[in-house]
Every structure is written in C-alpha cells, then in structure tokens.
C-alpha cells in the first residue's frame, strides 16, 4: 500500500474523534505507507474554521479540506 486518505466531516466534532482509531488502524495494518486527511464539508458551517488549525496540530500528518457545496478543494 503507497498511501491512505482519510475523510473526515470537519463541521462534525464526532467525527473528528474517529480520526484516532482510524490512523492507528491504518499504521498497524498499512506497513509504513504515507496518510493524508482530508476534512470535508468545509463549505457546510463557518464555524468549523477555528477547528481546523487544532485538529491539524492533534494528528501531525498533512491535512487538507474540501468543500463540495462549492466543489473546491480548500487548502489551508
């Protein structure tokens, strides 16, 4: 496996506190291949924006957003 992309809804929090299990899971089944996060439905509420620096510095790994309501790839 060369790399895995995670989703996840940024303008749900419950969602976010998946993205643990989930990176542990790909890390021990995935043999050292290169994860990238994607926080969807950036479009969807403005007051998820203050969120994304913290969940950027929780996971350590690139993390970008998108916004399908629009179908722009916001990258911050």
Known sequence: ???VIIL???ADNES???VANWLEDVRRYS???EIMLVGTH???TVSVT???PR???LVRIPLTTS???TGCAVVI
Request: charged share 10%.
């Open 50 to 52: 203050p969120s994304i």
């Open 42 to 44: 950036y479009d969807a």
């Open 55 to 57: 969940q950027r510095a």
């Open 16 to 18: 976010f506190e998946h």
């Open 67 to 69: 916004a399908p309501l």
């Open 31 to 33: 043999n050292g291949a």
């Open 8 to 10: 996840y809804n940024v």
């Open 1 to 3: 496996m060369n790399g």
